[in-house]
């Protein structure tokens, strides 16, 4: 089994800052593409930023310039750098990581538990 556990998220007021962590343990052969997501109450969930496992990116634009998501793969972890909050970025953020359990196994795309960002005055 393969579990993402993520940290970081909180109360910050606008303008502020905050970063996610978001770990991945258990079986795990190679990990491709990691992401982030968010939820917020009422809407669905969107995709706010994805890295695969050469490094390239792809963000919402919603988040362009004031996002950046990074990972350390030898530690199977990613980040989710934030700058300039607003309150509508408020939402429950999820991780998720697209994991090859053995050698050419299949892909299964995994999910965190979510962490709570609240972007309030």
């Known amino acids: 089994q393969v579990q993402l556990v993520e940290s970081g998220g909180g109360l910050v007021q606008p303008g502020g800052s905050l970063r996610l962590s978001c770990a991945a343990s258990?079986?795990?052969?190679?990990?491709?593409?990691m992401g982030w997501y968010r939820q917020a109450p009422g809407k669905q969930r969107e995709l706010v930023a994805t890295?695969?496992?050469?490094?390239?990116?792809n963000y919402a634009n919603s988040v362009k310039g004031r996002f950046t998501i990074s990972r350390d793969s030898a530690n199977n972890t990613v980040y989710l750098q934030m700058h300039n909050l607003k309150p509508e970025d408020t939402a429950v953020y999820y991780c998720n990581a697209d994991v090859v359990r053995r050698d050419n196994g299949p892909t299964f795309r995994y999910w965190g538990q979510g962490t709570q960002v609240t972007v309030s005055s």
């Open positions: 890295i695969t496992s050469g490094g390239s990116t």
């Open positions: 258990g079986s795990i052969f190679r990990i491709d593409v």
